[in-house]
C-alpha cells in the first residue's frame, strides 16, 4: 500500500498495484535481481535499507527511484513489514550525468576555460588551464584575475567587467603570467553570463604563441622585402647615374692627362691641372662604388685562395690600424678555393677595415679569419639564398664601439653613415654588399654597442686550384702604324677625346656617332679598317650588332667594346660572357692606347664574330 505520489510515480492505478510481485514487476530487468537480494537482506537482517534502481512505466519510459526504507519487527525479532519512501531523482540523475558529461568535455578541451565572478576571484578551471599555466586546479582556484593577467590589476577590474556586461561577449588579445614567470600571449573570447541570479564571466583562452611568432618572421620577410626593393630601386638609379658620369669623367680625366704633358713647363698650370685630374679620378672611383652597390660594374673573377689576399694585405692592414690597435689573423690551412675579382676582394677587406679603425679611435682588435663553412639551403643562420652547401667564408671582426639595432638594420643602404658630415659618403658597405652579392656570396653582420662588430662572408667553394697571379704587363710600343681604327660613339665629349689620343698614338681614326652612320663610313673607305672601337650601348643600332655587320666583309676585323653601363643585358650576354675584348669607363688615355694594342696583338678567334641582330636600346 503506498501513497497518491508512489502510485503517480510508477505511473499505476492503486487497484492494480496490488502485491510484492507487481512492484517487482515493474523494476528494469537489469536491475530486478539485485533489487530482489538488497530486499530479503534488508528483511533477514532488520537494517535499513537504501538504494537506487529504475523502473519501467507502462508507456515504456524509464525512470531512477530512489528507495529508503526501514524493517519492522515483532516482538520476537521476526519482521513484519517494510516501510520506506521511493523518490523520482530521474530529472535529477539527468542533470548530473549532463554536469559530469559538460566536466568531462571542459576537461579534455585543448582551449583553457576560466570562471569568474565580478569580483574577479576565479571560480572554475579546466585541466587545459592548469597545464597552460603549470598552476595546480587548487592554485588557480585561490588566485584573482590581476593574478593571472599582468595587463589587468583590481583597479580596472570594475570597468572591464562594465564593459564585459554591456558587450555579452568579447575576442581580445592579452597575456598570462605561467607559474614558471613566463609572459605568454593568449586570445581570449569572454562570454558575460548570468545564473541562479550570480554573474560569471566564462572565458575560453587559446596560447598564441606559435601564432605570434609565424606573424613575427612574416613581418621581418615582408620588411626584407621591402628592403630589397628599395635597394634594387636605387641600385638601378645608380647604375644609371654612374653610366651617365662614366661618360663625362672620360673626357676629364683624359683632356686632364693631355694639358699635364702640355703644362710641364709652367709648375702653377701644372698643379692646378694635376687637381682636375685628382678630383676626376675621386669622382670615378665614387662611381665605381655606385656600380659595386648597385651590382653593375665589370668583374674579372678567377679562382683564388682567400688567405694569399688576406696575407698579401697584411703590411697594408697593419699602416691603417696604427700602432694602437692589435691585427690578429686566423688563416685555415686547409681552406679551399673561390671564384671572385681579386681586386674586389681586396676592397671589400680594406673597406671593412677602415670602418673597425674609425670604430676603434682608443684602440682595440682587428681580427681577419678564414674557415671552411658548410650550409644547407633550410640554413638557419639568417642568411638569405645560401643555396650552396660548400662555402669558404672570411670573418672580419673588431671591438670597437658597435652599432645598436636601428643602425645595424640600415648598414648597407647606400649613402646611410653614422660619421659626421663630409666625414663620409655612405657608400663603403653599400659597395661591399654589391660586390659579395655580384660574386654570389652572402654578408652577414651582427653587432651590440661597446661590444664591437662581426662581418661574415660567405663565398661559393670551387674545387679547382687557385689562378697564378696576374703580373703588371710590360710597357709595349703604342705605335699606329699603319693601323686605322673606326671609332664610334654617340657622345661627342668621349668620341673626340679618343681619337685625339689614337692620332698622337700615329692611328688614322674614321669616326661615326652611331651603328648606321659607322656603316656608311665603312662603306665609302677607301683604306682597310683594321678595327673597330665602339660603344656598346646605342640608339637604333648597338656596338655588337654593328661589329657583326662588319665583320661580314671583313673577316680579320678586330673589335674593342668599352661601356660605361656594364649591367646592360647587351654587354652581359653579348660582350662579357663572351669573352669579348672590352675596356669600361672611365678610362685613362695610356689604359685605352695599352688595350688597343693588346687587342692588336691578340690572334682573331675563328668564328668569332656573331650574326647580326636588330636590337633597339
Not at 492 to 510: K, N, P, S
Request: hydrophobic letters at 35%; aromatic letters at 6%.
Amino acid at each position: 500500500m503506498g501513497s497518491e505520489e508512489f502510485y503517480r510515480i510508477f505511473g499505476l492505478p492503486q487497484e492494480e498495484f496490488i502485491n510484492y510481485e507487481q512492484y517487482m514487476r515493474c523494476v528494469h530487468l537489469d536491475d530486478r535481481e539485485a533489487l530482489g537480494r538488497d530486499v530479503e537482506a534488508a528483511l533477514s537482517s532488520g537494517e535499513p535499507f537504501d538504494r537506487l534502481y529504475r523502473i519501467v512505466l507502462p508507456d515504456g519510459s524509464e525512470r531512477v527511484i530512489h528507495s529508503r526504507s526501514e524493517v519492522t519487527l515483532d516482538e520476537t525479532g521476526k519482521p513484519i513489514r517494510m516501510i520506506g519512501t521511493a523518490q523520482d531523482i530521474s530529472a535529477r540523475r539527468r542533470a548530473e550525468e549532463a554536469l559530469q558529461f559538460t566536466q568531462f568535455v571542459s576537461d579534455h578541451s585543448p582551449v583553457a576555460v576560466y570562471w569568474m565572478d565580478s569580483e574577479a576571484r576565479i571560480t572554475y578551471v579546466n585541466d587545459a588551464a592548469t597545464r597552460a599555466t603549470g598552476y595546480s586546479r587548487e592554485e588557480l582556484l585561490s588566485m584573482s584575475v590581476p593574478d593571472l593577467n599582468p595587463d589587468y590589476s583590481p583597479e580596472t577590474w570594475p570597468e572591464v567587467w562594465k564593459k564585459r556586461k554591456e558587450h555579452g561577449s568579447q575576442t581580445f588579445e592579452t597575456h598570462h603570467r605561467a607559474k614558471d614567470g613566463r609572459i605568454v600571449p593568449v586570445e581570449v573570447t569572454a562570454y558575460y553570463l548570468e545564473f541562479q541570479g550570480k554573474e560569471y564571466n566564462c572565458s575560453l583562452v587559446q596560447d598564441i604563441t606559435e601564432r605570434k611568432r609565424a606573424e613575427e618572421a612574416l613581418r621581418q620577410k615582408e620588411e626584407q622585402l621591402r628592403e630589397t626593393q628599395k635597394l634594387e630601386a636605387v641600385g638601378t638609379l645608380a647604375g644609371g647615374v654612374a653610366h651617365e658620369f662614366n661618360n663625362l669623367l672620360t673626357g676629364i680625366i683624359g683632356y686632364s692627362e693631355l694639358l699635364l704633358k702640355k703644362s710641364k713647363r709652367d709648375p702653377l698650370l701644372s698643379k692646378r691641372v694635376e687637381e682636375i685630374k685628382k678630383a676626376g679620378e675621386k669622382a670615378a672611383s665614387l662611381t665605381s662604388q655606385l656600380l659595386a652597390f648597385s651590382r653593375k660594374q665589370v668583374l674579372q673573377p678567377q679562382v683564388l685562395d682567400l688567405n694569399e689576399i688576406v696575407t698579401e694585405l697584411n703590411e697594408t692592414l697593419r699602416g691603417l690600424m696604427g700602432e694602437d690597435i692589435v691585427m690578429m689573423t686566423s688563416l685555415s690551412p686547409g681552406l679551399g678555393r673561390t671564384k671572385a675579382d681579386a681586386d674586389q676582394m681586396r676592397q671589400i677587406i680594406l673597406s671593412l677595415a677602415s670602418n673597425a679603425r674609425s670604430a676603434m679611435p682608443r684602440g682595440g682588435k682587428f681580427i681577419l679569419a678564414t674557415e671552411n663553412a658548410e650550409l644547407s639551403e633550410d640554413d638557419e643562420s639568417g642568411i638569405a639564398g645560401a643555396h650552396a652547401v660548400r662555402h669558404v667564408l672570411l670573418t672580419v671582426s673588431d671591438t670597437g664601439s658597435g652599432m645598436n639595432a636601428e643602425t645595424l638594420s640600415h648598414v648597407f643602404e647606400p649613402f646611410f653613415t653614422t660619421k659626421e658630415v663630409g666625414a663620409g659618403t655612405g657608400l663603403g658597405l653599400a659597395s661591399v654588399y654589391g660586390i659579395v652579392q655580384q660574386s654570389g656570396g652572402r654578408i652577414q653582420v651582427s653587432s651590440e654597442p661597446g661590444r664591437g662588430t662581426k662581418f661574415q662572408i660567405y663565398m661559393p667553394r670551387v674545387d679547382k686550384p687557385a689562378s697564378p697571379p696576374k703580373r703588371a704587363a710590360a710597357r709595349k710600343q703604342r705605335s699606329g702604324g699603319a693601323k686605322t681604327v673606326l671609332l664610334v660613339e654617340d657622345t661627342i665629349q668621349v668620341r673626340q677625346m679618343v681619337r685625339l689620343f689614337l692620332q698622337r698614338a700615329g692611328y688614322t681614326v674614321l669616326e661615326a656617332s652611331n651603328g648606321f652612320e659607322a656603316l656608311q663610313v665603312a662603306k665609302q673607305s677607301k683604306q682597310p679598317i683594321h678595327m673597330l672601337l665602339t660603344d656598346v650601348i646605342m640608339p637604333e643600332m648597338n656596338g655588337p650588332d654593328l661589329a657583326a655587320r662588319l665583320a661580314e666583309d671583313r673577316k680579320n676585323l678586330k673589335v674593342l667594346y668599352m661601356s660605361g653601363y656594364s649591367n646592360h643585358p647587351v654587354v652581359q650576354e653579348s660582350v662579357l660572357k663572351s669573352g669579348a675584348s672590352f675596356i669600361a669607363k672611365p678610362f685613362a688615355p695610356e689604359a685605352l692606347l695599352q688595350k688597343v694594342r693588346e687587342v692588336f696583338d691578340t690572334p682573331a678567334k675563328v668564328g668569332s664574330q656573331r650574326k647580326p641582330h636588330r636590337v633597339r636600346t
